[in-house]
């Protein structure tokens, strides 16, 4: 199981002696994974999965400080990367807002929700689709402003043949990312890129290679928990990004 290679271990006994047995760590993740993919709050975990939800809740916060999620999401692009399945030959990066339920770091008012407070997702995807990069911000952020560090959060991934590899060979964007400092810091980088140029190019002339990013975003939101942003710490939003990720690439992986 790809969960147990990033999993921290845990102690086999209390040290102070007695207490309830734990629950295991399969049975805290696919509670987990419940709240996740339900959106259901963390009261409402049905007692059918073993653990109480207090205790599905202190397992997620520890796992997330640990990044735990991160490393699940890295080792399954590596386990697709080391097949083959990635396809790095035309990536694309947007991004995609949501309303948040509670102030917080990473929230601000969102300018395309009547200034409502929110937080944005950002995210570079492989030509079929598959997250290669996550990150979160404010809602009020400019999308032009997310990918630098984007590009650089590509972790290198295994190849089926070759030294990893973590820069995409063409980077489709649309009229968000349209500055000049941008195909210049991607040139350097030996990437091309295809951004649309504004009050010159309609975005619609990249949609046939900018819908798969589009159509992510749609799997990232079959995730209910991601449809608003209930979490105040950042780091429990950004690991319910990663978990909405990884069950992404995890689904291919299981093909």
Excluded at 37 to 43: A, E, S
Excluded at 76 to 94: F, M, N, V, Y
Excluded at 153 to 174: M, N, Q, S
Excluded at 188 to 193: D, L, P, V
Aim: charged share 30%; aromatic share 8%; with cysteine.
């Amino acid at each position: 199981m790809l969960f147990r290679r990033v999993v921290p271990p845990r102690a086999a006994k209390r040290p102070q002696g007695g207490g309830r047995r734990r629950g295991g760590d399969r049975e805290t993740l696919a509670a987990i994974i419940f709240v996740a993919t339900w959106g259901c709050t963390w009261r409402q975990l049905p007692p059918v999965f073993g653990p109480a939800w207090p205790t599905v809740y202190r397992r997620f916060a520890q796992w997330s400080r640990d990044r735990v999620w991160a490393r699940l999401h890295r080792v399954i692009r590596d386990e697709l990367g080391g097949r083959g399945e990635l396809d790095w030959s035309r990536c694309a990066i947007d991004s995609v807002s949501m309303r948040a339920g509670k102030r917080g770091p990473l929230t601000g008012p969102n300018p395309t929700d009547r200034g409502k407070v929110g937080s944005k997702i950002h995210l570079i995807t492989d030509r079929n689709g598959l997250p290669l990069s996550l990150g979160i911000s404010a809602a009020n952020m400019h999308d032009s402003l997310g990918l630098q560090p984007l590009v650089r959060g590509i972790p290198p991934i295994r190849t089926r043949r070759g030294p990893r590899r973590r820069r995409p060979a063409k980077l489709h964007g649309d009229k968000g990312y349209d500055y000049d400092h941008l195909r210049r810091w991607l040139r350097k980088r030996g990437i091309r890129h295809r951004i649309a140029r504004k009050g010159i190019e309609s975005s619609e002339r990249l949609g046939r290679h900018r819908w798969v990013v589009e159509r992510t975003v749609s799997w990232l939101a079959g995730c209910r928990r991601l449809h608003r942003r209930y979490e105040r710490k950042a780091e429990h939003f950004l690991a319910f990004t990663a978990i909405a990720a990884s069950l992404i690439n995890y689904r291919r992986h299981a093909r």
